[in-house]
């Protein structure tokens, strides 16, 4: 098992009622699987559009593998001028 750390942004931490939670889910998931797990448990950040995934400050594709000890951010889209 790897234990991964999730961070929510902006709107998406309003959603959620959390700023951050530990995540167990088995080592070398990706991180689609691990989307999948927090759009159950938090079905209203499933209605947001355009929600970034970064892992360890960087963007990734959703087949990225995840290790032990992973942050996840939870980006909103970002707007302004």
Avoid: W
Avoid at 2 to 18: M, N, Q, S
């Amino acid at each position: 098992m790897a234990t991964i750390t999730v961070k929510f942004f902006g709107p998406a931490r309003e959603l959620v009622d959390e700023a951050e939670i530990a995540l167990e889910i088995d080592e070398g998931e990706t991180v689609g699987v691990a989307a999948g797990i927090l759009s159950e448990k938090y079905p209203k950040l499933g209605i947001v559009l355009g929600i970034r995934l970064a892992v360890n400050r960087a963007y990734v594709a959703l087949d990225h593998k995840l290790s032990d000890g992973d942050e996840i951010a939870v980006i909103p889209p970002v707007s302004g001028g």
